[in-house]
């Protein structure tokens, strides 16, 4: 089991841009795939980008529409999301976690951290 603590949540105009990060308590293994989910308010849980430790397999979620870049720091053991061009609908709560599944069904294989707000006025 991994721990994943997200930070970098703010408020931001629409049309900003943000970056979160993502520290893992121990080195994960560079095959697993590591990634982003996030939860708009009223919704379910949503899968948003992930990629495997090694930097390889770069998934998007479509909504992310070339705005949204995941990348990662092995030295740090951080990922990151840098988010452009926020609009309202991309106010949530963003999470990071280890990442299983097939698409469109990926889900997180630990338990869910406290995640990162992100609100996006208009």
């Known amino acids: 089991q991994v721990q994943l603590v997200e930070s970098g949540g703010g408020l931001v105009q629409a049309g900003g841009s943000l970056r979160l990060s993502c520290v893992a308590s121990?080195?994960?293994?560079?095959?697993?795939?590591v990634g982003w989910f996030r939860q708009c308010p009223g919704k379910e849980r949503e899968f948003v980008a992930s990629?495997?430790?090694?930097?390889?397999?770069?998934t998007y979620a479509d909504f992310v529409k070339g705005r949204f870049t995941i990348s990662r720091d092995n030295a740090k053991n951080t990922l990151y999301l840098q988010m452009n061009s926020l609009q309202p609908e991309d106010t949530a709560v963003y999470y990071c976690?280890?990442?299983?599944?097939?698409?469109?069904?990926?889900?997180?294989?630990?338990?869910w951290g406290q995640g990162t707000l992100v609100t996006v006025s208009s």
């Open positions: 990629m495997t430790w090694s930097g390889r397999g770069i």
């Open positions: 121990v080195r994960v293994v560079s095959s697993d795939p």
């Open positions: 976690n280890r990442v299983n599944g097939l698409a469109p069904n990926y889900y997180g294989m630990d338990p």
